[in-house]
């Protein structure tokens, strides 16, 4: 995948596989504008595709993990140098422009998050709300900064949770908690977010950063054949009844039985030692 500097965000590879994606614009809280958007969807298309990506890592930088929308970019917002994708024509001010943006781009990010069959982890350092609050729940895994607070809170605005915020808030906390959160217009610390079950792990914010790479590092060693398909596996659960759960999972099974990873762990396990996965992925 490419690395580099893109439309409000920055990528680089790193070690063993995890592919860091990086807000770099602390001046206006990272917010996103649709050539940010349109760009992270074609990073994580890249990312997808490519095997030297085990793990995508989400960061951000300053005083906020992204802080939403940026309102006032989306009005002045330019074609970048550095784009991975062109503008959009101009024109979408309309109810079905609308209806058309929200399905094309802000709610297309999130479906690429959560479709990525790669495990993604967000590092929530400062604020995050709204599309930012929904990118982190669109995550596999979230740890925050003590610092951090994060809410959707669209309604101060009279806007909606869009970009499928209201799903995955459902999805972590069930109806009645998601009834309250989004109708209250809820801003939440980093503790109050671990307790509704919307973080996995809060720590000191000095050491967020250092603890998501350890988070990502034992991910991207973990056997990568098996994960991402007990990832899909998880998602899937989740819209079916029992029966088709079993069976879902079965069909996955009778791949990952029979890859190179399970006779390594098989022979790791009888010689009491460490497996050594993904040899697969080994490039010369």
């Not at 960061?59 to 991975?84: I, Q, V």
């Not at 029979?258 to 050594?276: I, L, N, S, V």
Request: net charge negative; aromatic share 6%.
């Amino acid at each position: 995948m490419r690395e580099g500097k893109f439309t409000g965000f920055e990528v680089e590879l790193r070690p063993p596989g995890i592919a860091e994606i990086r807000f770099n614009r602390p001046e206006r809280m990272n917010g996103m504008t649709h050539g940010m958007k349109r760009d992270l969807i074609e990073t994580l298309v890249q990312a997808q595709m490519d095997d030297a990506v085990r793990v995508v890592l989400f960061l951000g930088s300053g005083r906020a993990f992204c802080a939403g929308d940026d309102l006032k970019g989306y009005l002045t917002a330019e074609a970048e140098p550095d784009a991975l994708v062109p503008p959009l024509p101009a024109g979408h001010g309309t109810p079905i422009g609308t209806y058309d943006g929200l399905r094309s781009v802000s709610q297309k990010l999130n479906a690429a998050i959560r479709g990525l069959d790669k495990l993604s982890i967000s590092a929530i350092g400062g604020i995050a709300i709204q599309t930012g609050f929904s990118l982190a729940l669109a995550c596999d895994f979230r740890i925050a900064g003590t610092s951090a607070r994060m809410g959707s809170a669209t309604l101060r605005f009279g806007l909606m949770p869009d970009e499928g915020g209201q799903y995955l808030l459902v999805q972590h906390m069930g109806v009645a908690k998601t009834m309250d959160f989004l109708m209250r217009k809820r801003i939440v610390s980093a503790d109050e977010a671990l307790e509704l079950g919307l973080v996995h792990e809060v720590v000191p914010d000095g050491e967020l950063e250092e603890r998501a790479r350890a988070l990502a590092t034992e991910l991207a060693e973990g056997p990568q054949v098996s994960m991402r398909l007990l990832k899909r596996s998880i998602y899937n659960a989740a819209q079916l009844g029992f029966e088709q759960a079993l069976d879902e999972i079965a069909s996955k099974t009778a791949i990952s039985d029979h890859h190179p990873d399970a006779r390594e762990g098989a022979r790791a396990f009888a010689e009491k030692r460490q497996p050594r996965f993904n040899v697969w992925l080994e490039k010369e």
